[in-house]
Every structure is written in structure tokens, then in C-alpha cells.
């Protein structure tokens, strides 16, 4: 079966760094879309980057262009989302999703706090 497994969260300062990760099994990885998406405590989950099959290309929310960046390793069947410049705003819960399966992980919780 589908299975997403996030890491790499935890408590940053602002303007700082995280890599977080998503190890995916269960499908053709290199195959399908994947996503990242995060849930702000009281508000809705919302999508913050995708990354397409093979060619990589990518897009992002607004509120995160410029300072986060999405990649893939197919030969790990992995996702990564490296989290630069961080706000106190970007502290949420970061799912791993694929789409096409609606498949998502547990998540991990990134706090963003001085």
C-alpha cells in the first residue's frame, strides 16, 4: 500500500533553515506529481509546492516563492522541501502528498519561534 513518511521538522528561529523529507513506497514514485502541503494551527491546509514528474518543474504558493525549494530523488523515492528565510507565519503542520493516489503522510510540525 501507499505509504509517505515525513521528517525533518522542529523548532527553527526566524529567518532560519529546515530540510524537510518525504520517503514514499508502495507505487511508481518517479511516476507521479508530489506535493507539499502545510496546516497552520485554526486555519485550512493549503498547498505550498508541487514538483512534476522526470523534467522536475515546479511551482509554489506565493507565500513561500523565493524562499523554499522543492526536489526529488527517484532513485530514493524521496521529496525534499528546503525551507529558507522562515517566518513566524510558515509554523504549521507539513504534509507529503501524491495527488493522483490521494495519498498523504502523517506530517511534520515545523515551529517557527524566537
Known amino acids: 500500500q501507499v505509504q509517505l513518511v515525513e521528517s525533518g521538522g522542529g523548532l527553527v528561529q526566524p529567518g532560519g533553515s529546515l530540510r524537510l523529507s518525504c520517503v514514499a513506497s508502495g507505487f511508481a514514485f518517479s511516476s507521479y506529481h508530489m506535493c507539499w502541503y502545510r496546516q497552520a494551527p485554526g486555519k485550512e491546509r493549503e498547498l505550498v509546492a508541487r514538483?512534476?514528474?522526470?523534467?522536475?518543474?515546479?511551482n509554489y504558493a506565493d507565500s513561500v516563492k523565493g524562499r523554499f525549494l522543492i526536489t526529488r530523488e527517484n532513485a530514493k523515492n524521496t521529496v525534499y522541501l528546503q525551507m529558507n528565510s522562515l517566518k513566524i507565519v510558515d509554523t504549521g503542520v507539513y504534509y507529503c502528498n501524491v495527488p493522483l493516489l490521494d495519498s498523504w503522510g502523517q506530517g511534520t510540525l515545523v515551529t517557527v519561534s524566537s
Open positions: 514538483i512534476f514528474t522526470r523534467g522536475g518543474s515546479t
